[in-house]
Structures are given as structure tokens and as C-alpha cells.
């Protein structure tokens, strides 16, 4: 396979990669504004956010196109300084699932160009979209404007769906093709890691020059190991969120669907108090999210489990956390635990390691790269509820272990910041403007030297 490009490492050399003034950012189904873990809103909503504001401190301006939802949000919202969020109306705001936008997407696109013709012609030297329903967008946009396209793709309908969780509906062929469509479109294609960065190439034959691995990051301000005694730190946070303050706590945040498998986490609680019926009695099953995807339709699904695996006195469900209450509840907990079938990164397992806390995931996509196996926590092969029960019956009692795991899993997320990513999306923007360029000045060329033969 052809070697793969690294934009962070592009980055660190001298190459004179023109900056871009203006990036359109376009992320259909979801804002940066909604509340992560919460119907489509997830990591995708993180990583927009995080990296547009950054993007801003580096004197870069973004304007982020997504639809809007309500009638009460207003055309415009100044999300921080230089970032802005516009809201485009298509189709019903209320009531539109992420499978029914894409008979939206005309509207949304011609929303989306109604906004640039409003501007000086060259407004935007770039557009970045993400998700393949805002690569469609983005196609359309880049041909208009005469500008590159950057697309990063978050989740794969074909790797999905190779990875299916049991009950879960598969992508539709539409949406395959329309990413393979995205992916033969774009100037250049941005993966989260090098997995990922494999899978495009591999199933949508994706050319290998224009796919770059640029890894995500995490707020590592904002998410810390707590200063101070650690137990006392668990113990006031477990206060803080109405947890147990005694036993284990193992926590799973995210979004409520199939594909993330809180249900594995919950199996694996009844399988450890079939194996060790003391160690499942001290032990606290954090659920924090809120019900997604084809979740909506037995949003209760998860209660219902518990209740009938005999189990519902050792889960709690919470909401999705804001503010300093997510790294509260990664710091109360002895565990996180992320059994998805598929992340394209696992934006949850960086956030609890940056806290200090191991990471108990399923070894698959980005998780591989998320988590350091055996150091900054462990990786299960598969999905088996015996074989995460097995895992937790180790690791829990284990104090020493779990100890060594969190000075691994502070350092590990140190390897990962908001401010890498964005140096190495300025050097996948520089080099997609570089080549856009190159390519206009042989075009000119060729049109000058065609109206001299006349």
C-alpha cells in the first residue's frame, strides 16, 4: 500500500504552504452548538468546535453552514471571536431525522451559496466538510466558488456496516454512494488516524496522495487529573454527581445506540455477578447520554435490560454532562468503559485518559490509536459480555494496576492536543491551496497560449 501522508508531520517542516484567510465550514445534520451526546451531537461536535476556535486564534476566520433547527435561533450566531455560526433553513427545522436531510441537501446547498454571492467574490479560500452529507454540499460549493474542498468523512458507511451491532439498522446504499462521490471529489481528505486513513483507500479507493492523517485532540485545560490527593478528588466528585462514594464505578459516556453498545457494558455486569457476586455488588454502572440514531426508538431500552438481567440496583443514568461536570464524572470513576463497534476516533476515551483515568475499549477503528493497550488502558477483542466481564473482574480489585494505568493513560493524552490537530489541518488547507493554484495558473496558461495559436 502507498505510504500515507501525516499533515502533523508536513506541519513540522518548512515548507511555505500558502495560509488561508477564510475557511467555510460545513456540517449539515449537527451544530457545534448542540450538546454533545445528545441526539446526532458527539464528537463530531467537539472536534468542529475545537478546531474552529483555534483556527481563529491563528487568525484564521471560519464560518460554520448547518441547518437550522428552531425557529428561535437567530441567522447568525458569533460563536467566539472569528468563528461564526450560520443557520440555514431547509426543509421542516423540527422533526427531521439525519436519514431524511438528504432530500434537504438542495435547499441547504443553495442556502449555502446564497450566502457567499453576498459576499466579495473570493470570500473563502477553502471549505472543510464534514460528514458526507456536507461533502455533497461541499462538492457543489467548491465547483461555484473556484475554492479546494478538504473533507473529513468521521464515520464510514461501509466499515459500519461491516462492524454492524446486533439490531442495528445497516447504512443505505445511498449514502455509500454519495461518500464515494465525496471521496473521488475532494482536493484532499482528512482521516483521524492511520486505520481510518486505510479504510479509504482500501473501500473507496481513495488516491493515497490526497488522504492525510491528522489526529484529533482534546482540551487538555479543561480536562486534567485532578491536583491533590486522588481519592479525596473521587470522593468529593462522586459527591458532586449523587454517585456512591464507596465501591467501583465504571462509566460509559455517550451517545444511547446500538453502535456505541452500552448494552455490552450492562451484559457485562450481569456476567461479572454471575462470576464474582461480591465484586458486582460493590460495583456502580455509570450510563451517561442520551438516547440517538435508531436508539429513539426504545429510548428506555437500556432500563429495560438492566431490570430484566436483574442488575438495575447497579446502573445509573445520568444525562449528558456539561461544564466541570464531565471531567467530574471521568474523574469518579474507576473506569471508562467504550465498547463501540466503531469510532473513527473515540473523542471520550482521550477526554477520561487526559483526566487520568484507563480506558477499558473495544479494540476497533480508532480506538486502537486512542488507547494505548496495557498502558493507558486495555483493549478487548470484541463484544463478548463474559469477555469484558473477565477483564473487569481483573482489573477492579487490581489498585496497583489500575494506578500504573493512570499515570499512563495523563501521558498518553498528553501526546494529543486541539493545537496539533490544527497544525496539521493548516498544512492539509496550504498544500489542497497550493495544488488549487498550480492547477489555475496551468489552466490560464493553457487558455493563454490556445488564444495566441488563433
Given at each position: 500500500?502507498?505510504e ?7 506541519q ?20 457545534p ?9 458527539g ?28 425557529g428561535?435561533?437567530p441567522p ?10 450560520r443557520h ?7 422533526g ?7 432530500g ?6 443553495a ?24 461533502g ?9 466558488w ?14 459500519k ?30 482521516a ?12 473507496y ?7 492525510a492523517v ?7 485545560d479543561?480536562?486534567?487529573p ?21 465501591g467501583y464505578v ?5 451517545r ?34 442520551g ?8 429510548p428506555?431500552?437500556l ?12 446502573v445509573?443514568f ?12 471521568y ?13 473513527s476516533?473515540g ?18 477503528g ?21 469477555e469484558w ?5 481483573h ?32 498544512g ?5 491551496i ?12 493553457g ?8
Amino acid at each position: 500500500m502507498a505510504e500515507l501522508h501525516t499533515g502533523v508531520g508536513r506541519q513540522r517542516g518548512a515548507l511555505p504552504w500558502p495560509r488561508p484567510r477564510r475557511i467555510a465550514t460545513v456540517s449539515v445534520h449537527t451544530s457545534p452548538l448542540h450538546q454533545p451526546g445528545t441526539g446526532d451531537a458527539g464528537g463530531m461536535n467537539v472536534y468542529i468546535l475545537e478546531v474552529a476556535r483555534r483556527l481563529a486564534e491563528a487568525d484564521v476566520e471560519v464560518e460554520i453552514f448547518t441547518r437550522a433547527t428552531s425557529g428561535d435561533l437567530p441567522p447568525v450566531v458569533e460563536m467566539a471571536p472569528g468563528v461564526h455560526v450560520r443557520h440555514v433553513t431547509a426543509g421542516p427545522l423540527e422533526g427531521l431525522t439525519k436519514e431524511e436531510l438528504p432530500g434537504q441537501l438542495c435547499a441547504f446547498t443553495a442556502g449555502v451559496l446564497r450566502a457567499e454571492a453576498a459576499r466579495a467574490p473570493g470570500h473563502y479560500d477553502l471549505i472543510h466538510s464534514h460528514y458526507w452529507l456536507s461533502g455533497q454540499v461541499g462538492w457543489l460549493a467548491k465547483e461555484r466558488w473556484g475554492v479546494p474542498l478538504v473533507h473529513t468523512a468521521h464515520t464510514l458507511a461501509k466499515v459500519k456496516n461491516a462492524q454492524l451491532a446486533a439490531g442495528d439498522r445497516p447504512e443505505p446504499k445511498a449514502r455509500v454512494i454519495g461518500e464515494e462521490q465525496v471521496v473521488a471529489e475532494a482536493d484532499r481528505l482528512v482521516a483521524n488516524t492511520r486505520v481510518e486513513a486505510h479504510d479509504l483507500i482500501g473501500r473507496y479507493d481513495a488516491d493515497p496522495a490526497r488522504v492525510a492523517v491528522v489526529e484529533p485532540g482534546v482540551d487538555l485545560d479543561r480536562f486534567r487529573p485532578a491536583l491533590g490527593d486522588r481519592d479525596a478528588t473521587t470522593v468529593a466528585a462522586r459527591r458532586r454527581l449523587g454517585l456512591p462514594t464507596q465501591g467501583y464505578v465504571v462509566a460509559f459516556v455517550g451517545r444511547i445506540q446500538p453502535l456505541k453498545a452500552p448494552d455490552v457494558l450492562i451484559r457485562a455486569v450481569a456476567a461479572l455477578r454471575r462470576r464474582d457476586p461480591a465484586l458486582a455488588d460493590e460495583l456502580t454502572v455509570v450510563i451517561c447520554g442520551g438516547p440517538s440514531g435508531s436508539g429513539l426508538e426504545r429510548p428506555t431500552a437500556l432500563i429495560e435490560l438492566a431490570a430484566s438481567l436483574g442488575i438495575a440496583d447497579r446502573v445509573r443514568f445520568l444525562p449528558p454532562q456539561t461544564g466541570a461536570d464531565l471531567p467530574d464524572l471521568y474523574r469518579a470513576a474507576d473506569l471508562v468503559a467504550v465498547p463501540s463497534y466503531n469510532e473513527s476516533f473515540g473523542l471520550v476515551a482521550l477526554e477520561a485518559q487526559a483526566c487520568g483515568t484507563p480506558v477499558v475499549a473495544a479494540a476497533v477503528g480508532g480506538l486502537v490509536t486512542a488507547v494505548r493497550d496495557g498502558v493507558s488502558g486495555v483493549l478487548v477483542d470484541g463484544h463478548d459480555p463474559v469477555e469484558w466481564a473477565r477483564t473487569l473482574a481483573h482489573l477492579l480489585p487490581d489498585r496497583a494496576r489500575r494506578a500504573r494505568l493512570a499515570v499512563g493513560a495523563a501521558r498518553h493524552a498528553r501526546n494529543f492536543s486541539w493545537q496539533r490537530t490544527v497544525s496539521g489541518l493548516l498544512g492539509v488547507y496550504g498544500e489542497a491551496i497550493a495544488e488549487h493554484r498550480e492547477r489555475l495558473s496551468v489552466q490560464l496558461a493553457g487558455d493563454a497560449a490556445m488564444s495566441c495559436s488563433w
